[in-house]
């Protein structure tokens, strides 16, 4: 079964609303965490590293007031695009390290 | 940085036939290798990992890669697909922590 779930699945959200994404281990401790980005019929783009108790570090190219990494337990990291725009639509993956890397289902994000 | 390409976007062929995905990436210096599988409507799953060792590693679901040095390569393959391994495989290879650069992945279509 799935050990990092990741919440909401999907989300439609306004022009110039927030939207925040969860990515929770279930049953392992995770102090690193990673969020991805995925465009339709291309590949994974890492945005940034999650490390609890410290700030995200950010990709090259990543907006970090843009896009907001709360990593606020050994558990659950958050990532929440703020005032969003049709071009942040995307679908956004997080990943959990524990022993192994393990991938959240996604998160689909409309924004209209 | 390190990046990944994959050779083929989108592979048909039936039941029963060998599978070979090609993938090959560019950095000189100690690369860790993975290949994920995600089925639809599925979260990535590790199919297979080379870390050291032997250059030919065997997977979960019959799935095998093997790492060729020289090239630059990591090959996946199976030898009889079955309908079930429809899916998109990513190649992913990370040089330090586990920040994966991703293939921009093939999608594969078992017809039965």
């Known amino acids: 079964g799935a050990v990092v779930s990741q919440h909401p699945s999907w989300v439609i959200c306004k022009s110039g609303t927030s939207v925040k994404i969860e990515c929770r281990s279930l049953?392992?401790?995770?102090?690193?965490m990673f969020w991805y980005r995925q465009f339709p019929k291309q590949s994974l783009m890492l945005m940034a590293t999650s490390n609890e108790g410290s700030k995200a570090t950010y990709e090259q190219g990543v907006e970090k007031d843009k896009f907001l990494i709360n990593h606020a337990s050994l558990t659950l990291s958050t990532l929440t695009v703020t005032s969003a725009h049709p071009e942040d639509s995307s679908f956004y993956i997080c990943?959990?390290?524990?022993?192994?890397?393990?991938f959240g289902n996604g998160t689909r994000l409309t924004v209209t | 940085a390190q990046s990944v390409s994959q050779h083929n976007h989108h592979v048909i062929l039936s039941e029963a036939a060998s599978l070979e995905l090609g993938c090959n990436y560019s950095y000189g210096g100690t690369v860790n290798l993975f290949w994920y599988v995600q089925y639809p409507g599925q979260h990535l799953q590790l199919l297979l990992k080379?870390?050291?060792?032997?250059?030919l590693v065997k997977g979960i679901k019959g799935f095998e890669a093997e790492f060729i040095k020289s090239k630059f390569s990591f090959n996946l393959r199976k030898p009889s697909v079955q309908w079930s391994d429809t899916a998109e495989y990513f190649c992913?290879?990370?040089?330090?922590?586990?920040?994966?650069?991703f293939g921009a992945g093939t999608t594969v279509t078992v017809r039965a």
């Open positions: 080379y870390f050291s060792g032997d250059p």
């Open positions: 049953d392992f401790q995770a102090t690193t």
């Open positions: 992913a290879v990370n040089a330090r922590d586990y920040k994966l650069s």
């Open positions: 990943s959990a390290l524990g022993s192994l890397l393990h």
